[in-house]
């Protein structure tokens, strides 16, 4: 297996992130360097094709990738194209099944995106009635945390002071901050999984960071109880994001 190793002089980023957390708007941001090639959730075919559940497109979906985990993250190691000297892989962390060997992972610069609970199944219940606390993955990236460390990222963050956090971000990922990174072109992208038509819209309409702007709707009462789940998981974190009073960067407890 060809991973990036400590002679690899490319930086091989993992970006870890949940659900509806602006991830696809950050992985817009890193493709816009001229330095830089992403990949879509790499681990979603694996994922899919190992737990059987059925997603929009979950045909297509594993059609388009590898199903075997070592294959993903052989690639993720492979030689970057052209200039590139970034390689940036947006991950879902609840891809990231017991299967795979976490030892793979250790040559990756981790880094972890969070929401607020209560924001993210606001939003995440308008497209999954009855979500659980493993579709969420934040168990996982808990998990992922404390075995890498990596700099972590609150979307509100993201969302209220985009250069301020990002700059922070690639400081803390070993990269130069580059100013492409606050704003892209609108449309689809080559890199953009075979799901974009089902979950993308919104990303393929955009040229930057949108505002901040809380939830138009309530939790709904019957996701409190959940979202009480799901809080120690998100503070944990929390206490290590970047850029905010009290962030502690690159540090774990």
């Not at 138009?216 to 998981?233: I, S, V």
Request: with cysteine; glycine share 8%; aromatic share 8%.
């Amino acid at each position: 297996m060809n991973q990036a190793g400590a002679a690899d002089p490319a930086a091989r980023i993992a970006m870890w992130s949940g659900p509806r957390t602006v991830s696809t708007a950050l992985m817009r941001s890193w493709e816009n360097r001229p330095d830089t090639v992403v990949t879509d959730e790499p681990l979603y075919a694996f994922y899919l094709d190992r737990t059987g559940i059925d997603h929009p497109g979950r045909d297509e979906v594993i059609a388009s990738q590898p199903t075997d985990w070592r294959m993903v993250l052989a690639r993720l190691g492979a030689p970057l194209p052209g200039r590139a000297v970034i390689g940036y892989a947006k991950h879902m962390t609840h891809h990231l099944l017991p299967e795979v060997n976490r030892a793979a992972l250790a040559p990756f610069r981790h880094a972890h995106l969070i929401r607020d609970p209560r924001e993210l199944l606001a939003s995440y219940a308008r497209v999954r009635t009855e979500p659980t606390l493993a579709d969420l993955g934040l168990v996982q990236q808990a998990e992922i945390f404390e075995t890498f460390g990596g700099p972590v990222v609150d979307s509100r963050d993201l969302l209220t002071g985009p250069e301020g956090t990002l700059r922070a971000l690639c400081q803390a990922l070993g990269v130069p901050f580059d100013g492409r990174m606050l704003a892209w072109p609108p449309g689809a992208r080559d890199s953009d999984g075979v799901w974009a038509s089902y979950w993308y819209d919104s990303v393929r309409a955009s040229t930057g960071f949108a505002p901040y702007r809380p939830p138009a709707t309530p939790l709904p009462g019957r996701l409190e109880p959940l979202a009480a789940r799901c809080m120690p998981y998100f503070e944990r974190l929390h206490r290590y994001r970047i850029g905010g009073p009290d962030a502690a960067g690159l540090r774990r407890a």
